[in-house]
């Protein structure tokens, strides 16, 4: 669509790793960028956007993007690169990746998240590039495993109510999210159903932006969410706030799940949880008495040992109030499992050697610094075929077997671990080796791309075709490109088809267009696409999966688990050595579990996203880092008198894993023995100790996994906090 000779409208996605998923209009002029709104005509973005991506222009004309490959001529870690050609990248990248490979594929692992959430520049290509190599997978747990093994166990995929529904419900719970920042489009919602006289509710150790507009904010300590939840669950039953008939017909588990919660009085969790039992008891009554009444719970609260069960015992909650009844009413962590998602047809994993009964192994993302430590000359690779990284028994992130197979190479896209994986002098130390070959797919010069040995230029979602579905809503966006490639910038499909040419790999898949990609990765067959063509999908840009968003598709039960039924309790996580009924785990770094680290260390650490940044993706984007400022660390007035610290004062926050420095900010909105670091800086951009490096908070976080899900523990942290001269 044109608006003038000069400008032109083109129709585009935000690939950001945010719930709302944004149809974008790009007005463009030349091969520039000159302005990127939110469309008005697509109903979840409705011409709003976020900050960061209404200045997207900013960061994809910025003076410092990649723009040629660059091959290492200093030392590792210096940043110090040549440019040269691509043919000469493919070349001498495909004879290192094929040497190793001719050792073990396992040797490699693929190393991405969602820096671009698109099922072409994300996880299309490249899956199968790696799949038919043999290479490693990689289990990516760093964000969402734990809570999305929790709500699977209850609900049988990641499905909730619709995110339009949330302006006409009564009552609302934000438990562990923070919209204001990260969903910006639910809080407009959420607006409009507190003007209409809904009470909403935060919980959540930190007064967030949010939780200062809520009209009550339960401030619990971090990791307590599933203590809370049961002790709202044994008010419901022993006051008779149920709705039995809905129990009676869509769930399953009830007598197992009311045992367990009679164990949590409100008055255990509330010491527990360190919040008031009249307030528990007060939430228990409205959840209990209002309708409709939603939760939106996010992964603030699966951070930690146990957040599978947080999930699970928060999932209850609308079962036994019969809140799904409602169209308003019911829970939403994710909307992802709605779309009809062909896998097979998409990464191919049948391109495995092996398939489907031995596959290579699985590394857990949220572990690659002890994965990085293993040392070459370990032999034995070939006995861990078949192995994984899925520690949810013990807590560890060592696979069975895995031990025996080195990483030898290791190529990231849409990803920045050194940054933003846990323990962040573990990943430094193991990027650092000199043995590793190290191959990074970027836009900027990031904390990872320093340690690279080559760095390839990669084009940003202004340059290039992609396919989004969404976790915060029902609809597919299409992403077209709005200008050529900056440079000799190429996107992540085309470069995993030049690398595939390289090594001399044949099979026809891994050399599919943009287009085909795409459309392989759903199932057109599918109820839910009843109607949505590819053609239309192109030319209007957006297309919302046929589904009532006036009905709850739930209301009636249906849940994809094996009866149907919301599962309050899962018979089949004893296999797995875990509970069936939903228990609180207290943290690994608590008193409970770790006296002595709690005694040493006494704060606990969160570190929620800094409302400017997405994780690590626009912290180099001047304008926004601007209104960002600092690195920070918020502290109760309590907290920071008994260490004699002072408003504004240089602070070191350290354990026994790292440290990292930050300004402190002292203020009520943190609950006391808990810091606050909003996150995510790069190191570089971090103040360093005494002369040292920068850093951020991950200098501090844990490898240690959560028990279900295999996840990243960030909020599973102990620290003490100090001036710094």
Not at 176 to 195: D, F
Not at 197 to 220: H, M, N, T, Y
Not at 708 to 720: I, M
Request: one cysteine or more; charged letters at 20%; aromatic letters at 6%.
């Amino acid at each position: 669509m044109t608006t003038t000779e000069q400008e032109r409208t083109v129709r585009a996605a935000c690939p950001h790793d945010c719930p709302d998923t944004c149809a974008l209009r790009v007005t463009v002029s030349g091969n520039r960028v000159i302005r990127v709104e939110g469309d008005p005509d697509h109903p979840a973005t409705d011409g709003v956007l976020c900050t960061k991506v209404a200045r997207y222009a900013e960061r994809t004309h910025h003076p410092d993007r990649l723009t040629q490959p660059l091959r290492r001529v200093g030392p590792k870690g210096s940043g110090q690169f040549e440019p040269v050609s691509w043919a000469v990248a493919m070349a001498e990248i495909g004879q290192r990746l094929n040497q190793i490979a001719a050792r073990d594929p396992q040797r490699i692992v693929p190393y991405s998240y969602a820096g671009t959430m698109g099922f072409v520049q994300g996880d299309g290509l490249a899956q199968r590039f790696f799949h038919a190599l043999g290479a490693s997978r990689l289990d990516a747990t760093i964000c969402s495993a734990a809570g999305s093994n929790g709500l699977a166990s209850v609900h049988g995929k990641s499905i909730g109510m619709a995110v339009e529904q949330f302006e006409h419900s009564k009552l609302i719970l934000l438990w562990g999210t923070n919209p204001v920042t990260s969903s910006v489009h639910l809080w407009r919602r959420i607006q409009t159903a507190k003007r209409k006289g809904a009470v909403v509710v935060a919980i959540d150790p930190f007064e967030s932006d949010s939780a200062q507009k809520c009209d009550r904010w339960l401030a619990l300590r971090p990791g307590t969410d599933a203590a809370l939840a049961l002790a709202l669950i044994n008010v419901l039953i022993t006051e008779d706030l149920l709705d039995r008939d809905w129990i009676e017909q869509h769930t399953e588990g009830f007598e197992a799940l009311t045992e367990r919660a009679m164990q949590w009085p409100a008055a255990r969790a509330a010491e527990i949880c360190g919040v008031a039992e009249a307030d528990i008891v007060w939430l228990a009554r409205q959840w209990g008495s209002v309708r409709p009444a939603a939760i939106r719970v996010n992964y603030g609260v699966q951070r930690a040992r146990g957040g599978a069960d947080a999930v699970r015992a928060i999932a209850a909650l609308p079962a036994l109030a019969g809140a799904w009844r409602d169209a308003a009413g019911g829970m939403l962590l994710s909307s992802s499992g709605w779309f009809p998602v062909d896998v097979t047809g998409w990464q191919r994993p049948d391109l495995m050697p092996g398939w489907p009964d031995r596959l290579p192994r699985s590394v857990n993302m949220s572990a690659i610094g002890e994965a990085l430590a293993i040392p070459l000359e370990n032999a034995g690779a070939s006995t861990s075929v078949g192995s994984t990284s899925d520690s949810s028994t013990s807590g560890s992130s060592t696979s069975a077997g895995s031990a025996s197979i080195p990483v030898e190479a290791i190529v990231v896209w849409n990803a920045n671990p050194v940054a933003v994986a846990p323990d962040s002098e573990s990943v430094i130390r193991g990027f650092a080796r000199e043995d590793l070959f190290t191959v990074v797919l970027e836009h900027f010069q990031t904390d990872t791309a320093d340690w690279a040995d080559w760095v390839l230029p990669a084009t940003t979602q202004m340059e290039h075709f992609d396919l989004h579905k969404s976790y915060g809503h029902t609809s597919l966006v299409v992403n077209h490109p709005a200008i050529s490639p900056i440079g000799d910038a190429l996107p992540n499909s085309e470069i995993f088809r030049r690398l595939a040419r390289a090594m001399g790999l044949t099979e026809p898949a891994l050399f599919d267009d943009d287009q085909t990609v795409a459309r392989s990765a759903l199932d057109w067959s599918h109820p839910r696409l009843a109607g949505v063509t590819w053609e239309d999908l192109l030319e209007r840009g957006w297309a919302p999966l046929t589904m009532d968003p006036t009905v709850n598709p739930l209301a009636n039960g249906g849940f994809p688990t094996a009866s149907g039924r919301v599962q309050l309790v899962d018979s089949a996580l004893s296999v797995q050595g875990r509970d069936p009924v939903p228990d609180w785990q207290p943290p690994w770094e608590s008193a409970e579990v770790d006296p002595e680290r709690s005694a040493l260390y006494p704060l606990q650490l969160i570190s929620p996203p800094a409302r400017n940044f997405l994780n690590t993706t626009f912290v180099n984007v001047t304008s926004i880092r601007a209104r960002e400022g600092e690195p920070e660390c918020l502290l109760h007035p309590a907290d920071a008198t008994q260490r004699g610290l002072v408003e504004g004062a240089l602070v070191k926050v350290f354990n026994d894993r790292g440290a990292f420095a930050a300004r402190l900010r002292v203020t009520e909105r943190a609950r006391r023995g808990v810091a606050v670091a909003p996150s995510i800086w790069w190191h570089r951009d971090a103040p360093g100790i005494q002369g040292g490096p920068g850093r951020n908070v991950n200098a501090v976080t844990s490898q240690r996994l959560t028990e279900g899900g295999a996840g990243a523990t960030f909020y599973d942290c102990r620290v003490e906090v100090e001036a710094l001269a």
